[in-house]
């Protein structure tokens, strides 16, 4: 399997290549040359697969030609073992055809462990085989900081700096990625939004000398690796309901629209999927423009729900590619357009094809607390603020007959004050993480500037690799 970028400027590489590289060095993201195909009676033959199992299957077309199937398997195998439900990604129902699917059993409580505790170990593998160190630099809204450190840390191959934007994670996110301590892990607090650590992410990469010297790579979903670790659930979920011979939907809460990708992904892969539903809060730009072509960037507004609290969402980028016909010329020129006016002229046709297929609810602070009031009194279920406007955004766009799934991202205690504010329970947070309050913090407050930012990262290299 080859990868080719959104943008068209990059030679197509391997899946270990696009591993390591994370972004492509045209700015573009990189996608698989083609997409492979499963028929209904393979589709069938995954049924009742455990979880790690139905995961391998899935991916190996994805790393065909870099990781072998038995290889992956294992890696598979490893990253599941240390998730606290037996089902990994356990299925429950709330309502008459709504079910929630709980991607938040890992060590960090939240769904981007599904995709960051295999590649934690993806990238050992390649990296050994190869005999290389790398860098690895991601920005955070909350969770993928804390995944990435967990299943990074004490990498000997590795070092890992993480940009959060200061003071705008819940108290849970941040301790979970600043009391890791371990030598390879640099937490950086960044004087501005999450699109602005995205934006400095974004501008490393594009410092060839820098992202040479440094060995720099991306956990981000714009590594690619991460939206194929999170098909896997899509299909277990709809395998479970009946598919392939039933449809399934599906709403997600999404900032960086790399979780939604996933799903759509595995209905370009021949998974029934009928419809796909997009929960926003109130940096609701992925609901505007999915009911409206109104793709505009407003300023990020802080909510209840901060990994969501995001104007410029990444992973957009490679729906937008496959809309346009795969022309990467078209691709680059709405991408680069966007940047430099914070609006995009996606044409209406192609809109009208997106609009097909997805539809977007958008709730701010106040509608959120009352929706988790209501479903805990209705369904007995306690979802967090992202959850939550995913379950909304399912319930209005559920077809009848139709199994809808919507994904629960993170444990409710990683909320607590929203959590009590709606419902007067404060979740207690899991035996694991009982201490986390007590725990000595280590993080560097940066000024939003590329030049203090790059300091900073090498200055944590080379101290880890002292």
């Not at 398997?73 to 709504?98: K, R």
């Not at 939004?193 to 060995?215: I, P």
């Not at 960086?256 to 009928?274: C, S």
């Not at 796909?276 to 999915?290: A, K, M, P, Q, W």
């Amino acid at each position: 399997m080859k990868y080719v970028s959104t943008r068209g400027q990059a030679p197509a590489r391997s899946f270990s290549d696009i591993l390591l590289a994370g972004l492509a060095e045209d700015g573009g993201l990189f996608m698989p040359e083609a997409w492979p195909q499963f028929t209904a009676d393979e589709w069938r033959s995954m049924r009742g697969l455990p979880y790690a199992a139905l995961a391998a299957r899935v991916m190996a077309p994805f790393m065909a030609g870099s990781i072998n199937p038995a290889t992956l398997l294992h890696l598979c195998e490893e990253a599941y073992a240390n998730f606290d439900h037996s089902a990994i990604v356990p299925l429950l129902q709330i309502e008459d055809g709504l079910f929630v699917q709980e991607l938040f059993h890992g060590p960090t409580l939240a769904f981007k462990d599904m995709a960051m505790q295999l590649l934690g170990r993806l990238f050992d593998h390649v990296l050994t085989e190869r005999n290389e160190r790398v860098t690895i630099v991601g920005a955070t809204s909350g969770d993928t900081g804390s995944a990435a450190i967990e299943a990074f840390k004490g990498r000997e191959r590795l070092s890992v700096v993480i940009l959060h934007p200061e003071g705008r994670t819940s108290d849970v996110q941040r301790r979970q990625m600043t009391t890791v301590l371990d030598a390879n892990i640099t937490n950086l607090a960044v004087q501005g939004t999450f699109d602005d650590c995205q934006d400095l992410v974004k501008a490393m990469f594009a410092d060839t000398a820098f992202r040479e010297d440094m060995r720099l790579s991306a956990v981000n979903s714009i590594n690619w690796a991460r939206i194929a670790a999170q098909i896997p659930y899509y299909v277990y979920a709809a395998l479970s309901l009946g598919a392939p011979d039933r449809e399934v939907s599906f709403a997600v809460p999404t900032g960086n629209f790399g979780n939604i990708l996933a799903a759509w992904a595995a209905r370009k892969m021949g998974l029934p999927v009928r419809h796909l539903c997009v929960g926003s809060n109130r940096n609701d730009i992925l609901t505007r423009f999915l009911n409206a072509n109104d793709m505009t960037a407003h300023t990020v507004v802080p909510s209840l729900s901060p990994s969501m609290d995001i104007q410029v969402s990444s992973n957009f980028e490679r729906l937008l590619f496959e809309f346009l016909g795969r022309d990467a010329k078209a691709c680059a020129a709405l991408m680069t357009g966007f940047r430099q006016t914070g609006k995009m002229d996606v044409p209406d046709t192609v809109w009208a094809s997106i609009h097909g297929l997805f539809s977007g609810l958008a709730l701010d602070d106040e509608a959120t607390t009352s929706e988790i009031r209501e479903v805990h009194q209705k369904s007995q279920y306690l979802a967090d603020p992202h959850t939550v406007i995913g379950i909304a955004a399912g319930r209005k766009f559920r077809h009848p007959g139709v199994p809808m799934v919507a994904m629960a991202t993170a444990h409710p205690a990683k909320f607590p004050d929203a959590i009590r504010a709606a419902t007067g329970i404060f979740p207690a947070l899991p035996p694991s993480l009982a201490d986390l309050f007590d725990r000595e913090e280590r993080f560097r407050v940066v000024p939003n500037v590329i030049e203090a930012v790059e300091d900073a990262v090498r200055s944590g290299v080379l101290a880890n690799n002292h």
